[in-house]
């Protein structure tokens, strides 16, 4: 013998009226709606690929490396790839006859791979690979997703955007330690005219910032440059 139905409706429902009971006036009172967002309304989507999306300076794009008088900013030190989650960079390093001593002999990014982290741009020493604000990459092959020096090369110019950003973004982090770009970064080639001043003019410069001086060795500062903002606490060791 078939059982009392039970009725599983919330206390809470609303009940429905006639004319929703007959579903058609609500249908044209939906469809009413939609016409007058498509009409009276500014749209919020781009007609790609005819617009195009400006990301912000923030963005995570795909990897480049920044390309300074026609050579790689990179020394090759292979840091990223080291710190790449999938590894999908590799590299091989060469001699050069200039201040820098190394730079890649190739260099690749598998973008079959890439994850767009940033964790290369967070590690690199040299700024020399960022962040772009290329984001529709599309590919007919697997090898095609191999981009070598040709493809990952771009001006510095045309990333300065991100380029401000990191030096914005660092400083504001660890700025009470040090200016990135300058005293500190001698070791760097960021800064190159700074680095080619330092060379010709200012090696005094040199000694009193990059080089231990006596005094900073006497005193137990072996780092001895100079820093900006507070000194660090010193845990006393008995
Ligand atoms: S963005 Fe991340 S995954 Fe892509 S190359 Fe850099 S470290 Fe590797
Ligand atoms: S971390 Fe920077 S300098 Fe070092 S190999 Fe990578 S891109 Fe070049």
Redesign the pocket.
């Known amino acids: 013998m078939p059982g009392v139905p039970v009725n599983t409706a919330s206390q809470n429902e609303r009940k429905l009226n006639f004319w929703e009971k007959l579903y058609l006036p609500e249908v044209f009172k939906g469809l009413g709606y939609s016409f007058r967002k498509m009409t009276k309304e500014p749209m919020y989507t781009f007609q790609y690929p005819d617009e195009l999306w400006y990301p912000p300076d923030s963005y995570?794009g795909r990897?480049v490396l920044v390309e300074e008088a026609g050579r790689p900013r990179c020394v090759s030190c292979n840091l990223?790839a080291r710190?790449?989650?999938?590894m999908?960079?590799s590299m091989q390093s060469k001699e050069v006859d200039d201040v820098k001593e190394r730079e890649p002999a190739w260099f690749e990014?598998n973008m079959l791979?890439?994850?767009?982290?940033?964790?290369?741009?967070e590690v690199c020493p040299e700024e020399a690979?960022v962040?772009s604000k290329e984001y529709d990459l599309t590919f007919q092959s697997r090898d095609e997703a191999i981009f070598g020096l040709d493809r990952l090369l771009v001006p510095r110019e045309r990333l300065k955007d991100r380029l401000d950003y990191l030096r914005d973004y660092k400083n504001r982090q660890f700025g009470q330690h040090w200016e990135f770009q300058h005293d500190n970064n001698l070791h760097s080639l960021k800064d190159r005219p700074f680095l080619t001043w330092l060379v010709e003019e200012g090696m005094q410069e040199l000694t009193r910032t990059h080089l231990r001086d006596e005094e900073h060795v006497a005193l137990g500062n072996t780092w001895g440059g100079v820093r900006r903002g507070p000194e660090p606490h010193v845990v006393a060791t008995s």
């Not at 791979?113 to 741009?121: L, N, Q």
């Open positions: 995570r990897p990223c710190a790449c989650p999938p999908a960079i990014i791979r890439c994850i767009y982290c940033g964790f290369c741009e690979i962040m």
